[in-house]
């Protein structure tokens, strides 16, 4: 347990805390990316077209 207290020191959150809100953002958009790029998909596999 000596290595909770030491992520939950100062020094360490103020490094950690903007690094995976960076990395928890480019995931989001990835993610919503990706479904975009599936449900492009499925309207193509349906014969519709997907830029209307």
């Known amino acids: 347990m000596d290595w909770?207290?030491?992520i939950l020191d100062p020094?360490?959150?103020?490094?950690?805390i903007p690094i995976?809100?960076?990395i928890g953002a480019?995931?989001?958009?990835a993610?919503?990316?990706?479904?975009k790029h599936v449900e492009r998909?499925?309207?193509i596999k349906h014969?519709?077209?997907p830029d209307v």
């Open 4 to 6: 909770i207290k030491q």
């Open 11 to 16: 020094a360490i959150l103020s490094l950690l």
């Open 20 to 22: 995976v809100a960076i």
């Open 26 to 29: 480019f995931s989001v958009a």
């Open 31 to 35: 993610f919503k990316a990706h479904l």
């Open 41 to 43: 998909i499925e309207k």
């Open 47 to 49: 014969g519709l077209d």
